[in-house]
């Protein structure tokens, strides 16, 4: 069974930074592109953003919204995926789910993690 | 980007009866390579993750009952429960994944009348 688990969310001031992590289990990892989805509380979802296996050369992309401040990353050899957001707004708080990408499809997602960005 | 555009808002409908919510996007989302629409719906339960419905805009997940069905191609998509039951008071959401950036309908609250 896949299982995809979130960590790392908080509080934090504008400004600030922050780094999620994603620990992956249940499927073989490296062979997957993941994502990023976030959801602001009461509101819908929001792509952030990207990060494709080796055999794509781990190419990123992210959502206009956050591209400059996040970066995405992963380390297939821990199953794990990376979420660093620097220069964090206020607009930036949401739910922050990390999700496989199975040919296209966003299939599995984990239970997410609440970022809160005020002062 | 693409537009994802759906209604209603929100729906009201009576348990066994049908419930239909419609997507358009702002392109089409036809993969030429596979003739298919890049196209999922999903189903959010408070406090819950969304949980895949439909892909290729009318291919059931795994597990998924057969009450729900996908149709649509090109811009228009529907997603029809054929009979209402009460665990599928959620709210639902289309998705197109043709291109980056992904993009995702406002989404459709669902309840029982």
């Known amino acids: 069974e896949v299982h995809l688990v979130e960590s790392g969310g908080g509080l934090v001031q504008p400004g600030g930074s922050l780094r999620l992590s994603c620990g992956a289990s249940?499927?073989?990892?490296?062979?997957?592109?993941m994502e990023w989805v976030r959801q602001p509380p009461g509101k819908g979802l929001e792509w952030v953003g990207r990060i494709r296996h080796k055999a794509h050369s781990y190419i990123t992309e992210y959502a206009a919204s956050v591209k400059g401040r996040f970066t995405i990353s992963r380390d297939d050899s821990n199953n794990s995926l990376y979420l660093q957001m620097n220069s964090l707004k206020t607009e930036d708080t949401a739910v922050y789910y990390c999700?496989?990408?199975?040919?296209?499809?966003?299939?599995?997602w984990g239970q997410g993690t609440l970022v809160t960005v005020s002062s | 980007d693409i537009v994802m555009t759906q209604s209603p808002d929100s729906l009201a409908v009576s348990l066994g009866e049908r419930a239909t919510i419609n997507c358009k996007s702002s392109q089409s989302v036809l993969y030429s390579s596979n003739n298919k629409n890049s196209l999922v719906w999903y189903q959010q339960k408070p406090g819950q993750p969304p949980k895949l419905l439909i892909y290729?805009?009318?291919t059931r997940e795994s597990g998924v009952p057969d009450r729900f069905s996908g149709s649509g191609s090109g811009t228009d998509f529907t997603l029809t429960i054929s009979s209402l039951q009460a665990e599928d008071v959620a709210v639902y959401y289309c998705q197109q994944y043709y291109t980056t950036p992904l993009t995702f309908g406002g989404g459709t609250k669902v309840e029982i009348k």
């Open positions: 249940g499927f073989t990892f490296s062979d997957h592109y």
């Open positions: 290729w805009a009318s």
């Open positions: 999700v496989r990408n199975d040919y296209g499809r966003l299939d599995s």
